[in-house]
């Protein structure tokens, strides 16, 4: 079955942002002039997904306002409410009656990818697999604690070819250094089976009171049923400020309209 829908999880306040998220939610925050949740929305459409479902707090209606705003002809976007903060694996939960019993696409805003590539490897090998299909990027082993840790099946980890496809074996949701499984971690797009929710009902809430999705990536890596892409994706993490400052310098300096200007500037201010 085709992967017509994308879920993007909105619900959190951008605590990191005060006070500028008192006004504006972090997901539309400007990456020079587009907010970051339109590179998202345009990733999922340039993927083949037609619809767009953002999960979202009542807290925040102009995620609601720009939403209904966000529709094209090649994709639909519209929204649920998670009106508890309970975690990601809470927040697909909340987007189940929307998405059906289909397969469906997860990508964290707060991730913006340098183009649709590895999203379309997802759903690729999801297709061709038949099994949930996750995003995965080498770290150096400081950084693993930050992610969603994954063990690989024997020899793949050694693997030295770039967006190399893996069968996962175990999930750790941010492990401590000395229980890190390896130094491949999850980034922010999934391509998930309806199967899901069925694990996401099982699991249990962390002892922060939230319903973590690698719990329930972990049952289906314990049922073969969990593979993924291990990428060297431009990627820029927008749910820090130095990463949303950077990428609004690199992603700036790519653009025809401004980055000659934006480069001479830097050149002259730090060639001082």
């Given at each position: 079955m085709a992967v017509r829908t994308a879920v993007i999880p909105a619900a959190g306040m951008g605590t990191r942002f005060l006070p500028a998220t008192r006004a504006t939610p972090k997901e539309?925050?400007?990456?020079?002039?587009?907010?970051?949740?339109?590179?998202?929305?345009?990733?999922?459409a340039q993927a083949g997904c037609t619809r767009v479902v953002i999960v979202t707090s009542r807290a925040k209606p102009s995620i609601e306002n720009y939403a209904s705003a966000a529709s094209t002809d090649k994709v639909a976007v519209s929204v649920v409410y998670q009106d508890s903060p309970?975690?990601?694996?809470?927040?697909?939960?909340?987007?189940?009656?929307?998405?059906?019993?289909?397969?469906?696409?997860?990508?964290?805003?707060?991730?913006?990818?340098?183009?649709?590539?590895?999203?379309?490897?997802?759903?690729?090998?999801?297709?061709?697999?038949?099994?949930?299909?996750?995003?995965?990027?080498?770290?150096?082993?400081?950084?693993v604690s930050n992610y969603g840790n994954v063990k690989v099946a024997s020899g793949a980890s050694d693997a030295s070819s770039t967006d190399s496809?893996?069968?996962?074996?175990?999930?750790?949701?941010?492990?401590?250094?000395?229980?890190?499984?390896?130094?491949?971690?999850?980034?922010?797009?999934?391509?998930?089976?309806?199967?899901?929710?069925?694990?996401?009902?099982q699991i249990k809430p962390s002892s922060n009171g939230e319903l973590q999705l690698t719990d329930a990536l972990a049952m289906l890596a314990?049922?073969?049923?969990?593979?993924?892409?291990?990428?060297?994706?431009?990627?820029?993490?927008?749910?820090?400020?130095?990463?949303?400052?950077?990428?609004?310098?690199?992603?700036?300096?790519?653009?025809k309209d401004i980055g000659p200007q934006l480069n001479s500037w830097l050149k002259e201010k730090f060639n001082k």
């Open positions: 539309l925050l400007p990456i020079y002039d587009t907010p970051a949740l339109q590179f998202v929305i345009d990733e999922a309970l975690g990601l694996g809470h927040a697909v939960t909340c987007a189940h009656q929307a998405v059906g019993n289909e397969p469906f696409l997860v990508m964290l805003p707060d991730e913006i990818m340098g183009d649709a590539s590895l999203t379309k490897q997802l759903i690729a090998l999801y297709e061709q697999s038949g099994k949930s299909s996750i995003g995965l990027k080498r770290v150096a082993v400081a950084e496809s893996v069968a996962i074996l175990q999930v750790v949701e941010k492990p401590k250094l000395a229980a890190a499984v390896s130094d491949i971690v999850i980034i922010g797009r999934y391509v998930l089976s309806p199967k899901v929710f069925e694990k996401l009902e314990s049922e073969n049923a969990l593979v993924g892409v291990v990428s060297e994706i431009t990627r820029y993490d927008t749910g820090t400020p130095m990463g949303l400052l950077r990428a609004v310098i690199e992603i700036a300096l790519e653009r």
